[in-house]
């Protein structure tokens, strides 16, 4: 073997373990039952949030340090694709927000939905108009841009080592949508399944989207802008129900 041999085979990209990817897969999921149901009114759910948070990020970090795989770090952002992602994400924002106004905010099911978000809020501080947008803006720009490079970037790319495109697609976006299901029920009425159910489809159909349009494009700009731009819908419907 030469050099030059060992050199590239020390440089080519290598694919996470599998335990890695299940711990990646399921930990999101196991964070928001315990901060969202099993813990939601202890003093320290603030803390337990942050800190799921920063282990969860901190895992494809962790393996690019334990990997050597350097040659992430100088990439530069591709932008291929943009255009569909964000005519994507414009669409889909749109329909959330006429959605509501137009139809879901009347119906009888979804009462106590503004209370639900008011109580949650309270439980984590943020129960005021001006923290709720530092929150709002916090979640669709930077944790956005957190999800696609744990979802996308991360987790589908190198499921796709270990199975086909289409696998790699489909089991991401179940893994992105399990803790969203959790978090959905939350601000539903106790009981809620079928609309557990029929609000956590969108979620699944955005992650597939996302995980479909990284695999073809490999542009990490492109879901993220689209993905910010449905958070900036979610975010402007939790405020009108609260405030508005």
Not at 25 to 43: C, D, G, K, R, S
Request: glycine fraction near 6%; hydrophobic fraction near 60%.
């Amino acid at each position: 073997m030469t050099p030059s041999s060992i050199t590239a085979q020390l440089l080519r990209p290598r694919a996470a373990g599998l335990p890695t990817l299940l711990l990646a897969a399921l930990l999101p999921t196991v964070a928001a039952w315990l901060y969202f149901v099993h813990w939601a009114e202890a003093p320290f759910v603030r803390t337990l949030y942050s800190g799921s948070k920063v282990v969860q990020f901190a895992i494809p970090v962790a393996w690019l340090l334990i990997m050597h795989q350097t040659e992430y770090w100088v990439r530069r952002p591709r932008v291929s694709g943009v255009g569909s992602a964000l005519a994507f994400g414009l669409a889909a924002g749109l329909a959330i927000i006429v959605a509501y106004a137009a139809w879901l905010r009347n119906v009888a099911a979804l009462g106590d939905f503004p209370e639900l978000i008011y109580a949650r809020l309270t439980a984590l501080g943020l129960a005021t108009p001006a923290r709720y947008i530092g929150m709002a803006l916090f979640l669709s720009v930077i944790h956005a841009f957190l999800e696609e490079y744990y979802w996308r970037w991360f987790f589908c790319a190198h499921v796709k080592w270990h199975a086909s495109r289409w696998w790699a697609i489909m089991m991401s976006s179940v893994a992105f949508t399990a803790h969203h299901v959790i978090v959905v029920a939350c601000f539903l009425p106790p009981g809620s399944w079928l609309l557990t159910a029929a609000f956590s489809l969108p979620v699944l159909a955005g992650g597939m989207f996302w995980a479909w349009h990284y695999t073809r494009h490999n542009s990490l700009v492109a879901v993220w802008l689209s993905h910010m731009l449905i958070d900036v819908a979610i975010m402007t419907v939790g405020y009108t129900a609260v405030w508005g």
